[in-house]
Structure formats: C-alpha cells, structure tokens
C-alpha cells in the first residue's frame, strides 16, 4: 500500500520542483461566524480583520461556515458578516452545522450535518464546494466510519479542505482574552512578536516536513481562527511570512497541488495533510507535531513574554 501510493504520489508530480523551491500559503479561517474575544465585538472584528487581510494584500482567503453558529446569540449579524468576508473577495466553504467530533458521531448524523450546512452555503455567493472537518477529526483510528464520510463526501461533489499546517492559534487568542478581560496588564508588542513567530515557526516546521516527505514544498493552507489576535496581528503575520520568503497565494490555488487528490490511508490525520503524508512514509507522530501545539508550551511564553510573569510549572 505505501509503495503503491509513493508511486502516485510521483505519478501526480509530487517531486517536480526543487527542495528549494518558492515557499507558497494559502489563508484560512474556521468555526465562522465566531464567539466575541476579549478585544472586539463580533462586528467590530469582522471589519478589523477584513481591512487587515486587505493591508496585507492577501487577496482571498477561505473562511469555513459552522451554519449553527448563526443560531446562536454570537451569531447575530453574523451572515452579514460572512457576505461581507465575501465581498471582499474571500470564499466560503463548509464546516459542519454544529461542529462534532466525527469520532464521536455516528456516521449518518454526521453526514446530516455536512447536508444541513450545505442549504444554506449554496445559496451564498462566494461559495466553494470544499468541506473541512471539524478539530480535523476523520474518525482517528476507525477507517470504516472515515471511507463512509469520504465516500459522503465525493457523492455530494465536496472535496476535502485540508490543511498544511496545523497550530494552536485559537488557544493563544484565549490567552489573551482572558487576561484582557481580567485587567491584567498585556505587553501587546510581545503578543504581536509571539503570534507572528509561532505561525512563521510552525509554517516553516510543516515546509521542512513537507520536503523531506514529497522532494518539494507543495501549495500550503494554513489554518487560523477567526479571532481577535487574527484580527489585531493577521498584517504582521503576513508580512512576517513575506520576510521569511513565503508568498501568499488564493485558497483556490492551493487546492490545485496535487496532494488535493491524495486521501492519506493512515489514522493520523489530525495534524493535516503534509503530516499525515509523512506518516504514511516513517515518521513518527510526535516528529509531526510542532512543539507550540501545545497548550503548556504556549501558557509560558504567554507568562513570561506577554505578561511578564514568572513562569509557575505548576499551571
């Protein structure tokens, strides 16, 4: 089975550009429309992190709809919201109605929730057929319920919106939204240069993964939240990226890379595409997984360069 997907994988021109070539990244954002933070309103954000994405230059980036969200008092405003992403040139695509656990959903609940989200994505303009799964969850170790999802999935014309490089960005922007809203004192320089240097870091952890796994650096897709740090630092993340000798590139040119049309047979899918790729070859999943994954990781450097506490253990 690995040999025959090696040979597909070269077979789909997985090894046709040099170790050092361009590096290439797609924007994403899940879980719209999104609870308030600490900093913003929903409204408020929305408008900050469209006029950031606009600074930047990013000129579409893909913003995956939880369609139950909009049910719910965060949700208020909220498809105003998400036509506004959209007529500033972002697309959307599906994130499930109320973001399950496919590993712990059965499997024609789950494919009613893909189905319910759909009614109302394919009535908006910006629309793509792509559908991401929730916490990145395809069953875990359970291959027959991920070929059923998958099997859902390509009956309906949906195509899997994978990402590249997995990172903890939500749980950084709690971080700073609980001591936001506990009056703590926040270095928001430290924060910027915090949120900037692990998504630059982790971009360039899953790159180095990627070459050693394909022989290339493939189209990457990066997944965020649609957060307050998003939309306070998404411009200087970007810039960072740029300076780091990475271009930004439209959702819809990245999944034309040719893993889009490789499904990993393996169970470790939760880390993304590139990584699950890599396990298939040898790795090992805790070569796969960036070490700012990590929630204790990020609570100290959140301690000791945000807040400048004293970092406890202990936390």
């Avoid at 040979?7 to 990244?25: H, T, W, Y």
Wanted: net charge neutral; charged share 25%.
């Amino acid at each position: 089975m690995i040999r025959f997907l090696l040979i597909l994988m070269a077979s789909l021109g997985f090894a046709l550009q040099p170790a050092d070539a361009e590096k290439r990244i797609a924007i994403s954002f899940d879980d719209i429309p999104r609870h308030a933070g600490g900093f913003f309103t929903p409204d408020q954000r929305a408008i900050k992190l469209i006029a950031a994405l606009a600074n930047a230059g990013v000129k579409q980036a893909g913003f995956f709809i939880t369609t139950g969200n909009l049910e719910k008092e965060a949700g208020i405003g909220g498809e105003d919201r998400v036509r506004a992403y959209v007529a500033a040139g972002h697309v959307i695509a599906n994130h499930t109605k109320s973001h399950p656990w496919l590993s712990k959903t059965n499997v024609q609940d789950y494919i009613a929730e893909i189905d319910e989200a759909e009614k109302w994505l394919k009535r908006q303009s910006g629309y793509r057929p792509w559908f991401r799964f929730p916490y990145l969850d395809e069953g875990r170790r359970d291959r027959q319920k991920r070929n059923a999802i998958r099997n859902a999935l390509s009956d309906r014309g949906l195509a899997n919106g994978y990402v590249t490089i997995d990172n903890y960005d939500w749980h950084l922007d709690s971080l700073a939204s609980q001591a936001k809203q506990q009056g703590k004192a926040l270095d928001m320089k430290a924060l910027r240069d915090l949120y900037v240097e692990t998504m630059v870091d982790t971009a360039n952890f899953y790159d180095k993964i990627a070459v050693q796994t394909l022989g290339r650096s493939p189209a990457h897709v990066l997944l965020l939240h649609e957060t307050d740090i998003a939309a306070l630092f998404i411009t200087d993340m970007v810039r960072g990226l740029v300076a780091d000798g990475w271009t930004i590139i439209t959702m819809d040119e990245a999944y034309t890379d040719p893993i889009a049309q490789v499904e990993p047979d393996t169970w470790f899918l939760g880390s993304g595409r590139v990584a699950a790729l890599a396990h298939i070859k040898g790795f090992k999943p805790r070569e796969l997984v960036y070490e700012r994954t990590d929630e204790k990781v990020l609570n100290r450097l959140f301690s000791e360069q945000v807040l400048n506490e004293k970092w406890n253990s202990k936390k």
